[in-house]
């Protein structure tokens, strides 16, 4: 008899990937379809169009079900055993949707087994490009759902993020209100994933808790569908998306289709697909307390969080592996670019001259500070490259290996300060898993453990979503019996030790961290500050949104009032959403600020 085994597979943006692993979660089985390469009959460049807008990015739904049927070919004619697979499990892209036509769930349900996938469905999507993560044509939808539901913070408070152009919500708000015909004809709205649970499953899969988190549709703590937020998107969007369930759901056996095509067992279980992320989160097994960092082009990390504070930066998601947390998304663009041109500026464009120039230099940088944002960033919300010296006075240049550590030591503050913004704590037992490029710097490492205070472990993440999936598989079959992802995945390889904490390193950042925060005017936990923004002149008074503090002005100059508790009004000159300094004048002390406040302020002098 076979050794059982189990799938997880990834539907992302370029390419369709599959992993079989055994019970001891080796991996015995990996192939992917590369959509431009292996299906250029749909013409996608990087696996999606890109409208004559520049805003709509789309990509078509027969593309994935035809790189399904190829891979299952390939893996048919590899002579792979399908009745050995006793689960399956998968992810998708995240906010992409797919719109079943009506009528559709039959013919899903009877597909021929003489004919691939693809031919059946031919004319089963009402519309046939699905819109994905990367369009951002749906502005004014976002602006009208924040205003239906009483702004961004309380959607952010409801469903864990503002209104993003890229989430679903708004995106079916816009096939609804300029294709109204369309939205009529169609019966079910799915997920990426959701609908590749669909296909395996021969009827229409629910959409999980965890990627249902990046809709602006669902309530991330009643973990149901928000009513305000469905009716501001589309009347009868509730029936059309079915009832949300828990990540770690079986869905039931495998379709038929699956069984007389290409042998699986019938007994085979279909477990709840998740979006992308949240499997990345899986299948790099965090833990409570744990953060995932990629350092890559963009930098991203994934933070398991007990009890969360959603902002308007960053996103909280329902835990994929354990229904009761969350998980939380930050995404910095002025990654892997950045520091890339400041090694080329700095140390020759040699890698291991920035490292000597970096250790050079202690942690908190003799107090100096600097920001680094070649592009807009997210995270603040801020461009440009700003240095302010220990006396803190904006300065045009740093001596090479202080410009350095001041890059290296800023992005690492932005990563802790807004993680904790959004609920995250640093416990005595947190691990930091670093990947993606920088990762295999050990002094780069050396200065994020010095900055959260923890250990800093490297992991080979390489298809950890489709890795991801299938841990998933598994823990599905017996999540119902109280049993964890970590227990499941105990065999799997451990996280290597890369480094630990500097003693002594956390008091020379504890106030460079505070100083970083006020000078983009990001509300602390541990600081209590009050900011108010004066575009242009104090007639044009206005009290900023709470969580984006001063930032969100670029370009431009304004004043930013920064109350404190002997009660003097500080009024900051800001330059691309960074505060250059600041005056002070007699004012009405506002309540809950402390002796912090007055700290950190006689920083910025």
């Not at 035809?66 to 792979?80: C, R």
């Not at 290296?408 to 959004?422: N, S, T, V």
Request: glycine share 8%.
């Amino acid at each position: 008899m076979a050794a059982p085994c189990y799938l997880g597979w990834d539907f992302s943006t370029q390419q369709l990937k599959v992993i079989a692993i055994d019970e001891q979660l080796r991996v015995i089985y990996e192939d992917n379809v590369h959509f431009d390469k292996d299906l250029p009959e749909f013409k996608t460049q990087g696996g999606v169009y890109i409208h004559s807008d520049r805003l709509t990015v789309t990509s078509p739904v027969l593309m994935w079900v035809k790189a399904l049927d190829m891979i299952l070919e390939k893996m048919k004619s590899s002579g792979f055993n399908f009745s050995q697979i006793r689960a399956l499990s998968g992810a998708g892209q995240q906010h992409g949707s797919v719109y079943w036509k009506k009528g559709s769930s039959q013919i899903l349900k009877n597909a021929s087994p003489e004919l691939p996938l693809h031919q059946s469905l031919k004319d089963c999507f009402s519309v046939s490009d699905s819109p994905i993560w990367m369009d951002s044509s749906t502005a004014s939808q976002c602006r009208e759902l924040e205003k239906a539901v009483g702004g961004a913070q309380h959607l952010a408070r409801v469903t864990g993020s503002r209104a993003y152009e890229r989430f679903t919500g708004n995106q079916i708000a816009k096939i609804y209100s300029q294709n109204p015909e369309v939205y009529k004809q169609t019966e079910r709205i799915s997920l990426v994933s959701s609908f590749a649970a669909s296909l395996f499953l021969g009827t229409y899969a629910p959409i999980d808790y965890s990627d249902g988190s990046g809709m602006n549709l669902l309530q991330i703590w009643e973990k149901a569908w928000s009513k305000s937020c469905l009716d501001a998107c589309a009347p009868g969007l509730e029936e059309r998306l079915g009832c949300p369930v828990p990540s770690h759901s079986v869905l039931g056996p495998i379709s038929p289709y699956y069984s007389q095509r290409y042998g699986f067992s019938p007994d085979c279980k279909v477990v709840a697909f998740t979006g992308d992320n949240p499997a990345s989160l899986a299948g790099m097994r965090l833990q409570e307390g744990d953060i995932a960092i990629s350092l890559g082009t963009s930098d991203t990390l994934f933070l398991w969080i007990q009890e969360p504070t959603p902002a308007l930066e960053g996103h909280i998601l329902c835990n994929p592996v354990d229904s009761q947390t969350y998980m939380a998304l930050l995404c910095f663009k002025n990654g892997s670019l950045m520091r890339e041109r400041i090694r080329d500026d700095c140390a020759s464009g040699s890698w291991d001259e920035f490292s000597k120039a970096l250790s050079s230099t202690v942690a908190g940088n003799s107090g100096n500070l600097g920001f680094y944002f070649d592009v807009m960033e997210i995270t603040p919300e801020a461009v440009g490259i700003h240095r302010f010296n220990r006396d803190n006075q904006k300065v045009s240049r740093f001596p090479k290996e202080v410009e350095i550590r001041a890059l290296i030591e800023g992005q690492f503050m932005a990563k802790r300060i807004h993680a904790e913004k959004l609920g995250y704590k640093v416990l005595p037992r947190t691990r930091i898993l670093a990947t993606g490029g920088a990762s295999h710097n050990k002094k780069i490492l050396q200065v994020l453990s010095d900055v959260f205070n923890a250990p800093v472990f490297t992991i080979d993440t390489a298809n950890s979503a489709c890795l991801g999936s299938a841990y998933r598989a598994i823990h599905g079959l017996v999540a119902e019996r109280n049993v964890s992802l970590a227990d499941v995945v105990k065999l799997a390889p451990e996280p290597r030790l890369a480094v630990t904490p500097t003693p002594g390193a956390e008091e020379h950042l504890i106030s460079q961290t505070g100083v970083w925060s006020l000078r983009c005017g990001i509300h602390l936990t541990s600081v209590d500050i009050s900011v108010c923004c004066h575009m242009g002149s104090f007639s044009n008074h206005r009290r900023a949104p709470r969580g984006r503090g001063v930032s969100g002005c670029c370009s431009s100059y304004l004043l930013a009032d920064v109350y404190n508790s002997s009660g003097l009004m500080n009024t900051g000159v800001l330059e691309d959403g960074i505060l250059l300094k600041k005056q002070s004048k007699p004012c009405r002390v506002t309540e809950g600020l402390g002796p912090e406040m007055d700290l950190l302020l006689s920083r910025i002098i």
